[in-house]
């Protein structure tokens, strides 16, 4: 069994803050805990926009605080989000957040990531196993 809080993974190589500062994500669950998938607590701030391409991994994600838009950059369809909102990137798909309140999201990943995956100039993760 694994038991970990938000405040034992804050200031650690699992807290881990965008180069632009837009976002900050806790990695709760990793690859190394070889459970099939990761799971982050991400934070994203208010007035921000923010394109991300998973191309490599199938992330879910449930906003529990904030608003915005998503936006589907593969077909220009724009969502409402808010709290409760929950979206799957099940085809790969790229995609913008336009942050108008501070967003607090619960995300899922598979494969799961390492944590030590930077984005890419095209907001893509790239796909690092553990054997790397």
């Known amino acids: 069994m694994i038991v970990r809080t938000t405040q034992d993974i804050t200031n650690t190589e699992r807290d881990v803050e965008a180069e ?4 900050r994500s806790k990695r709760i669950v990793l690859a190394d ?3 099939g998938f990761s799971f982050h607590e991400t934070v994203i701030k208010a007035g921000t926009v923010n ?3 998973y191309a490599n991994h199938v992330e ?3 906003l529990v605080e904030g608003r915005g838009r998503l936006t589907d950059l593969e077909t220009g369809t724009i969502y409402d989000i808010g709290p409760g909102s929950m979206y ?3 085809g790969f798909e790229k995609h913008r957040l336009e942050v108008d309140e501070q967003m607090r999201m ?8 390492t944590g030590r995956e930077v984005h890419d100039e095209h ?10």
């Open 20 to 23: 632009n500062g837009n976002w």
């Open 33 to 35: 805990d070889r459970v």
């Open 51 to 53: 394109d991300f391409w």
């Open 60 to 62: 879910a994600v449930w």
């Open 88 to 90: 799957l990137l099940n």
């Open 106 to 113: 619960m995300c899922v990943f598979n494969p799961p990531v």
């Open 123 to 132: 907001g893509v993760y790239p796909l690092i196993t553990l054997d790397e």
